[in-house]
C-alpha cells in the first residue's frame, strides 16, 4: 500500500510486489512471525496451520488456472491426489529421497492435468468443467481398480517420515517448518508467474482468446501451460500432504475437496495470488470454528444428530459461493483494492 504522492516510474516498479521499505518491513515481520509460531502456538494451532499451507500451495495453483487464465477446473483434488499418490509410489517402491520424489511427484501431477489441459483447447465453459469433473472420476476409477499392489486400492498406502539426507522430518513442528519453506517457494513462483510475460498472456486469454490468438498469442499453449502449473502446484501440495499425514488414501480427494478450493479463490478474489491465500485463511478458519463448536451444540441438543457438523459445512459452503458471487464477485481482495486506492488519495474523495 502506497501513500499519497507516491507512484512507479517505471514498468518494473510499477509490477514490483514490495515497492516501498515500510511494505519490505511488514513481509518480513510477518515471515518472522510464520518462522515463530511454533514458538508461542499450541499443537492445535500448528496442525491448522500446517493444512492451511499445504492447501494454500493447491488453491494457488487453482488459481493460476481458473483466476488468471479463465480455464474452469473443479478437478483440482484429483491432481492433488495424483501428487500425492505418485510421491508415496516414489517414496515407497522407488526408495526415492523426500527432495527427490516431491519434485517427481508434483511433475507426475502436471502430466496428469496436460491430458485435460489439451482437452481446453477446443471447449471451455460448461463443457471444461464436465472434463475436470471426468478427472476427478477418472482418478478415483484408477486408483480403486488398478491392482492393490500398485496403488493401494481403498487400503491406501503407508509413507515414512520425510528425511532431507540425515535429517528426520518427524514432528509436527519439523514438517509445518518444511511446509511452510515448500509454500513460500511456491508463493513467490507464483507471483513471479503473475507479474511476467506468461501472467499477462494468461490474463488475456481469459478475457477474450479470441481477440488473443489474432493478436499473435499462442492460445493452444496458453491453456494447456496453465493446466501443467495448476496440476503441478496441486501435485506438489498432495506431496506434502502425503508426508504430514504419513498415509494416502482415496477419500482424502474427493470432489468436495474441489469445490472447497473454489471457493477458497471465490471468496478471495479470482486471478489474485493473495486473494487465494486470504480465501484459504477463512475458509479454514470457518471450518475449524464450526468444527469446534458442533460437538458442543449436539450436547446441549441432542436432536440435532451426530452429522451436524458435516452438514453445517455444506450449508456454509454453498451460501458462501452464492453469496460472494451476488454480492462480492470479486472476492475480499476487490474491497481491500478499494480501500487501498482511498487510502492513497486521502483527504480527497477521489
Not at 508467474?193 to 493452444?220: E, K, Q
Request: hydrophobic share 55%; aromatic share 12%.
Amino acid at each position: 500500500m502506497d501513500p499519497a504522492g507516491v507512484f512507479a516510474t517505471s514498468f518494473a516498479k510499477d509490477q514490483a510486489l514490495i515497492r516501498t521499505r515500510s511494505q519490505a518491513v511488514a513481509l518480513g515481520l510477518f515471515i518472522l512471525a510464520l518462522f515463530a509460531l511454533p514458538l508461542y502456538g499450541d499443537v492445535r494451532t500448528v496442525a491448522v496451520m500446517t493444512s492451511m499451507l499445504i492447501t494454500g500451495v493447491v488453491v494457488v495453483g487453482l488459481q493460476i488456472n481458473t483466476g488468471m487464465a479463465g480455464q474452469i477446473n473443479i478437478g483440482q483434488a484429483a491432481f492433488m491426489g495424483a501428487g500425492a499418490y505418485a510421491t508415496a509410489l516414489l517414496a515407497t517402491k522407488g526408495q526415492l529421497p523426500f527432495w527427490l520424489a516431491l519434485p517427481i511427484g508434483g511433475a507426475c501431477a502436471a502430466l496428469f492435468g496436460l491430458v485435460f489441459g489439451l482437452a481446453a483447447v477446443r471447449i471451455k465453459g460448461f463443457y471444461l468443467a464436465l472434463t475436470t469433473i471426468a478427472a476427478q472420476i477418472l482418478f478415483h476409477f484408477l486408483v480403486l481398480n488398478l491392482p492393490g499392489s500398485w496403488m493401494g486400492g481403498s487400503n491406501g498406502i503407508n509413507v515414512d517420515p520425510a528425511q532431507i539426507f540425515e535429517f528426520l522430518i518427524d514432528t509436527d513442528n519439523r514438517m509445518y517448518y518444511l511446509c511452510l519453506v515448500v509454500t513460500l517457494i511456491m508463493v513467490a513462483g507464483a507471483y513471479g508467474v503473475a507479474r511476467s510475460r506468461h501472467g499477462r498472456i494468461f490474463t488475456a486469454v481469459r478475457d477474450d482468446d479470441v481477440a488473443s490468438g489474432m493478436m499473435g498469442i499462442n492460445v493452444v499453449r496458453t491453456k494447456a501451460l496453465a493446466f501443467l502449473l495448476g496440476a503441478f502446484y496441486a501435485g506438489i501440495g498432495g506431496g506434502l500432504w502425503t508426508y504430514y499425514v504419513r498415509f494416502v488414501s482415496i477419500d482424502q480427494f474427493t470432489m468436495i475437496h474441489s469445490i472447497w478450493f473454489i471457493a477458497m479463490i471465490i471468496v478471495g478474489g479470482m486471478g489474485s495470488v493473495t486473494g487465494a491465500l486470504i480465501g484459504v485463511f477463512v475458509i479454514r478458519l470457518v471450518q475449524e470454528t464450526i468444527t469446534g463448536v458442533g460437538p458442543s451444540l449436539v450436547e446441549q441438543f441432542p436432536f440435532l444428530g451426530g452429522d451436524i457438523i458435516f452438514a453445517a459445512m455444506n450449508i456454509f459452503l454453498g451460501g458462501i459461493i452464492a453469496a460472494f458471487l451476488i454480492f462480492e464477485p470479486r472476492g475480499l481482495m476487490h474491497r481491500w483494492n478499494i480501500v487501498k486506492r482511498s487510502y492513497r488519495v486521502w483527504p480527497y474523495p477521489y
